[in-house]
């Protein structure tokens, strides 16, 4: 979820980025005309404002009241050239010009509080349906793999987890035999059984990124796992791509097409039909393996 919000003098945004499914940036409401009656606020209780157990190097924590309830939210500078706000897995991050004033940002975040009150709310119901999905974490629970369903096995001894089958290429039933103790708690499975994945799937897209960056003659900056509960994958016009490590639930030719798809963006960065020739330039018969992800979505998983 992306909002770009500009300050009277601001310059367009310099560093865009697109993310799988969506448009180049996800506009917030559009404001009332005169004539319109005054917005009201997002139905539900009031959210809770906390700062995060934590924040990244140079950002402060900073709330403002708004019409319809004070918002918190994770402030950085950088030279940008307008104010950007997005709504992701950790709350609201602001990221603002050095030479915009503090009254100007809360003026922005004041101006978008509707839309980003809307956000954070389905933020907090999703992380709720994650919290319920929790407790499936347990011993003989199966959770997709590269297409399959693998078995979670606890209780096996030794220092290190360990996969029966074939690492990148499943059989139904394979299993994953987890150094934990049968009645583990969910969260410690959970945690152990995510790491096992990030770290397979690090070492996927990385050999499929090389393949198809090689095979087209492009480069990318860098790239790296995101977590995020909106999107599969983006890509911004700097080369930068984030993939989406629960893609590792997907078989194969899921997993390329999002691949694709961002690389795609370093020449085409929109969803015109250039953008899409180049996508069945790369994967040809890419439409069954995007058919089938429009299906789910990265908070609802794994599937169990």
Request: hydrophobic share 40%; with cysteine; net charge positive.
């Amino acid at each position: 979820m992306k909002c770009a919000s500009s300050t009277p003098n601001a310059m367009p945004l310099e560093n865009r980025q697109l993310s799988l499914f969506e448009p180049e940036a996800a506009a917030p409401p559009a404001p009332p005309s005169p004539a319109s009656p005054r917005s009201t606020a997002p139905t539900g209780t009031p959210l809770a404002v906390s700062p995060p157990p934590s924040l990244p190097p140079r950002a402060r924590w900073r709330e403002v009241q708004t019409e319809h309830q004070p918002i918190g939210f994770v402030l950085r500078r950088s030279r940008r050239k307008s104010i950007g706000l997005v709504v992701n897995d950790d709350g609201l991050q602001v990221t603002a010009p050095n030479w915009v004033t503090l009254a100007q940002i809360d003026a922005a975040v004041q101006e978008k509080a509707r839309w980003i009150l809307e956000k954070l709310r389905w933020r907090h119901e999703r992380q709720q349906q994650l919290a319920m999905v929790d407790t499936h974490w347990k011993d003989g629970t199966h959770v997709p793999y590269f297409g399959q369903r693998i078995e979670l096995a606890l209780g096996h001894p030794g220092s290190a987890h360990s996969f029966t089958g074939q690492r990148f290429a499943p059989k139904e039933g394979d299993r994953l035999l987890l150094a934990l103790p049968r009645d583990a708690d969910h969260q410690r499975v959970r945690d152990s059984v995510h790491a096992w994945l990030q770290a397979v799937a690090t070492e996927w897209f990385q050999q499929r990124l090389d393949h198809f960056l090689a095979a087209n003659d492009l480069a990318i900056k860098r790239w790296r796992l995101s977590s995020a509960s909106t999107r599969w994958g983006s890509c911004n016009s700097d080369g930068n791509i984030m993939l989406n490590w629960r893609l590792i639930h997907f078989d194969h030719d899921v997993i390329d097409y999002v691949i694709v798809h961002e690389i795609a963006h370093l020449r085409e960065m929109n969803h015109s039909k250039d953008f899409w020739r180049e996508v069945g330039r790369i994967l040809p018969g890419f439409e069954s393996a995007r058919d089938a992800l429009r299906r789910h979505d990265p908070a609802s998983l794994p599937l169990i």
